[in-house]
């Protein structure tokens, strides 16, 4: 039976005796650090299938969701085309003279960004809190380009659901960043909202879909795609797959290795190991399973 975060982590405190608020901290890190870890040993992929966007147009760029991590395809409905990956620098190199013509989508990028629109001009930004409490003491650092191109780095003291602007006007945002917060964090301006930013959340990320050519009109563009590995936080949060007592076993090996308590972090990394290597033979021992490969064909498009 799988378990929550909170009873892993009271197991793994109990283990070593260890009780403190202090050290719960330490052994969250230890936890998330071993659910990671056995993800990436078993090659789990958890895709999400019905994700779709509509273009809308003369837009070009479109934030994906927080947990997007890769697509599996990316493919235009309304168009029956399926459109095909560049990387941002081959399209700045190859499609250079119609980087912002609209057309026929065939193309798209993905790029990183530290927020989900940026300024169409000179702005103030303005930061609020969801909850009263996050007043006075969290603050919110926002670095960014001023009207005059200068780098600027502002720090906005939080005044809970009142929001607070920065001192001078945004033509672009290069990061934000906070404390863990009572609520969330929300940075927007009158071209729209920026970020929002969960209460666990400490920076603000976000992937980018960047279409070639720039639509011309609502297209519906099905995007079916990898999740990322989003880390365990509230204490009822609980492992997507029954992984609870192998977290524990490896999240104890660490915990004695803190506490260099050597001998006992070994019995634990050596249970953790033999557990995991059961696991991913159950996984992959399936009589109906047959390994196949599918080949993919070049799409000409490509072709410059």
Not at 16 to 43: L, P
Not at 53 to 65: I, K, P, R
Not at 240 to 258: C, P
Request: aromatic share 10%; hydrophobic share 35%.
């Amino acid at each position: 039976m799988n378990k929550i975060f909170y009873d892993i982590v009271t197991n793994v405190c109990n283990e070593v005796q260890d009780t403190s608020t202090s050290f719960r901290e330490i052994v969250k890190q230890y936890v998330n650090k071993r659910y990671a870890k056995i993800k990436r040993y078993i090659n789990w992929e958890d895709i999400y299938p019905d994700y779709s966007l509509t273009t809308v147009a003369g837009t070009q760029d479109y934030a994906m969701n927080d947990d997007f991590a890769k697509p599996l395809s990316v493919y235009d409905t309304t168009s029956n085309q399926e459109l095909s990956f560049v990387r941002a620098e081959d399209l700045a190199r190859d499609y250079g003279t119609t980087l912002t013509t609209s057309g026929t989508v065939l193309h798209y990028t993905l790029y990183n960004s530290a927020v989900r629109l940026q300024p169409s001009s000179a702005v103030t930004v303005s930061v609020v809190s969801s909850s009263a409490s996050d007043a006075s003491s969290p603050a919110v650092v926002i670095r960014y380009i001023n009207s005059s191109g200068c780098e600027v780095v502002e720090t906005l003291t939080l005044t809970g659901t009142v929001a607070v602007s920065t001192t001078a006007t945004v033509s672009r945002i290069l990061g934000i960043s906070k404390p863990v917060t009572v609520g969330s964090i929300t940075v927007s301006s009158t071209a729209g909202t920026h970020a929002i930013l969960c209460p666990y959340a400490k920076t603000a990320q976000c992937v980018i879909m960047r279409l070639h050519q720039i639509p011309t009109q609502a297209l519906t563009i099905k995007i079916p795609y990898y999740r990322k590995n989003m880390e365990l936080y509230n204490n009822y949060d609980y492992p997507v797959l029954d992984l609870g007592d192998l977290i524990e076993s490896g999240a104890k090996a660490d915990a004695w290795k803190y506490k260099k308590q050597f001998a006992k972090a070994q019995v634990f990394e050596l249970e953790f190991s033999q557990d995991l290597e059961r696991y991913i033979f159950d996984q992959e021992n399936k009589t109906d399973r047959v390994p196949q490969f599918v080949p993919a064909t070049f799409n000409r498009n490509d072709l410059v």
